[in-house]
């Protein structure tokens, strides 16, 4: 894989890491388009420029991140579902990355999802609206939901933000909770991957890293403000829609 490549996919992991479109369906796309094997490598490289996006987050999200005990509280309840089935299933999670048709099918089903929640979904003036407002009951509900995610293809933030949707939660409470989520969720899973993997580094190898890495935190701040901005005055099928249209292409190019 060259610093270019490297690059390229960088740019499509910021931009689709908080859209509810699966980021790992994308790169696993951009990947084969570009010719780059999932070798154990490059599997754990898509992990790793992942980390950048999360931090797109965490720098975004400083202030309340830093100051608000009861948030962490939450996300890590929040966490516990999918740090304990990824660890006991790391194994079958991860042979599901060979299987083009597992993310074909999910991106469809998921856009499916979307257009089917948002044809009944209305706002309510009873929805939580604050991130405060959330119970620790429905944070680990939120948490079962993002273990899905671990099937390539869900999209984590997709199937959180259906979580939350159906827990009661208006649109940004949804997304924001989605996205201050993936911080322990990423942290865990990018250490967890790197313990496992590193031994396949070479010098070369972590120059792809750093500028995957930088690349997926610059344009990850730039989908995030984009996002929360469009969910005000739209709705998700949008996504919908776009998830169903990737996912057929995945058919037409692996299938």
Known sequence: MTV????ILGVIEGLTEFLPISSTGHLILASHLMGI???????????VIQLGSILAVVFLYRNRLFKDIELWKKLIVAFIPTGFLGFVFYKTIKSFFDSPSTVAFMLIAGGVVFILIEMFYKEKEHQIRDLEDISYIKAFFIG???SIAMIPGTSRSGATIIGGLLLGFDRKTAA???FLLAVPTMFVATAYDLMKNYHHFETENWLNLGVGFITAFLF???AIKFF?????THTFIPFGIYRIVVG???FLFFL
């Open 4 to 7: 270019f490549e490297s690059f």
């Open 37 to 47: 094997p999932q070798s154990d490598v490059h599997k754990t490289f898509e992990v």
């Open 144 to 146: 079962v939901f993002q």
């Open 176 to 178: 924001e909770f989605s």
């Open 220 to 222: 990850a701040v730039i």
């Open 228 to 232: 929360l901005r469009f969910i005000k």
């Open 248 to 250: 057929i292409v995945f």
